[in-house]
């Protein structure tokens, strides 16, 4: 199966940030992938208002995200922001949608990133249930960037069925952290011997952009990474598009050469 990495870099305009997506998965259906994966925060970039702009699996951007994935008979897996729990307006929720080629799945991500300065708590609700898809017979499990550093989703994504993990992030910059970003990625891949496939938000420095306060806003280097923690293929820290083939039978190899779900203990 081809799938392609849409590293982005996003914005404040929903509109344009609706444009990018358009494009790139246009570009990647062009390319021959059947699936595409934009990063966390697609809709609208951190360090931005989400309050305002939270709406259901049903709105008008999300809406618009699933006609793009018809247009271009592609399944699209990208970042939004959906009402918090409480339904007041308070908080929203960091929400994954998966849509096109019959498929309608969300996540909500768990791990909420209250770390190096920044505190996601503050305007969004976590998740609670790990969520896995279904696509010509290979089951898909999802994670949203700060969930990288957290094992157990990965491996209960492998024992739910999951030969690709899927993770859309906007990684935080900093001293390190692109090093811990690959580091995370392949260290998950040898976890639960699944491909990681871990989009990002490009770098904003790469484009002249200075990121302002402590909003996590991308460092780029999005990977693929084979289920034995081999990074397959990888962008620099600038926008791009990322082409994989990937071969779900390297997944039972890799099982059978290193059984770590089946020798595991539970405490």
Known sequence: MLIALAQIITGRDLAGNLALVADHAARAKAGGAELVVFPEATMRAFGNSLLDIAEPLDGPWASRVRAIAAEQDIVIVTGMFTPG????????????????RGIEASYDKIHLFDAFGFAESDTVDAGAEPVTFEFHGVTFGLATCYDIRFP?????????????????????SGPGKAEQWKLLARARALDST??????????????????????????????????????????????????????????????????????????
């Open 85 to 100: 729990t409480a339904g007041d307006g308070s908080k929203v929720r960091n929400t994954l949608l998966v849509t096109g």
């Open 194 to 267: 699944t491909f990681i496939l871990a989009c990002g938000q490009g770098d904003p420095a790469s484009q002249g952009i200075e990121p302002k306060g402590a909003a996590p806003t991308g460092v780029g280097h999005s990977v693929v990474v084979s289920p034995l923690g081999e990074v397959l293929e990888e962008l620099d820290a600038a926008p791009g598009l990322l082409f994989a083939d990937l071969d779900t039978a390297v997944v039972k190899e890799a099982r059978a050469k290193l059984p770590v779900l089946a020798n595991r203990h539970k405490f």
């Open 152 to 172: 157990d989703l990965f491996t209960e994504n492998a024992d739910r069925g999951a030969d690709i993990n899927i993770v859309c992030a906007s990684w935080g």
